[in-house]
T-cell receptor, first 114, second 111 residues
């Protein structure tokens, strides 16, 4: 069964460093998403991406964040200058269509900012 | 942001009995709802969904009920099995395809 994959599973970085989290969505999906979950809190939407453009972004997704689909298979989330509060699980998801289509999630990347 | 709420942080059920997980929402514009199951250190796994034009959707042991007038949905698992023990999240699909999640309910099914 096709699945969303994410690398790395765990990333440790120093505050102020740049990190790139990588995702390979399900191959026939057209809509891509990033979410995060800070320990003990809700899963929160960050950004949605379709047709090489951001469709929607949350207040969390400020200028420090960017997304890219550099080739036909990868979808990346970059955090330019990490802060302590960026420590969280980051989940990538993809869907065939938008609003009424099911989003399938990857296993997540645990980001720890020291 | 409290648009989707799961008021019970935990639920404990005996194996073979019914588990009922509840979820409330505030925005009447939501038109698609999903339930996800999550184990620690893993991503959410899709379970079942329901469109706002329906009031019930069933898939094997899982049934989701939607009461639009009450802005309430529930997930029924019957019979419950120990392998069902996990955190269950309800989510509503909003504009741009973003999912708005509840806080989750931790289900424990005891043998």
């Amino acid at each position: 069964e096709p699945e969303v994959t994410q690398t790395p599973s765990h990333q440790v970085t120093q505050m102020g460093q740049e990190v790139i989290l990588r995702c390979v969505p399900i191959s026939n999906h057209l809509y891509f998403y990033w979410y995060r979950q800070i320990l003990g809190q809700k899963v929160e939407f960050l950004v949605s991406f379709y047709n090489n453009e951001i469709s929607e972004k949350s207040e969390i997704f400020d200028d420090q964040f960017s997304v890219e689909r550099p080739d036909g298979s990868n979808f990346t989330l970059k955090i330019r200058s990490t802060k302590l509060e960026d420590s969280a699980m980051y989940f990538c998801a993809s869907s065939e269509g938008d609003n009424t289509d099911t989003q399938y999630f990857g296993p997540g990347t645990r980001l720890t900012v020291l | 942001d409290q648009q989707v709420k799961q008021n019970s942080p935990s639920l404990s059920v005996q194996e073979g009995r019914i588990s009922i997980l509840n979820c409330d929402y505030t925005n009447s514009m939501f038109d698609y709802f999903l339930w996800y199951k999550k184990y620690p250190a893993e991503g959410p796994t899709f379970l079942i969904s329901i469109s706002s034009i329906k009031d019930k959707n069933e898939d094997g042991r899982f049934t989701v009920f939607l009461n639009k007038s009450a802005k309430h949905l529930s997930l029924h698992i019957v019979p419950s099995q120990p392998g069902d023990s996990a955190v269950y999240f309800c989510a509503a699909s909003a504009e741009g395809g973003k999912l708005i999640f509840g806080q989750g309910t931790e289900l424990s099914v005891k043998p």
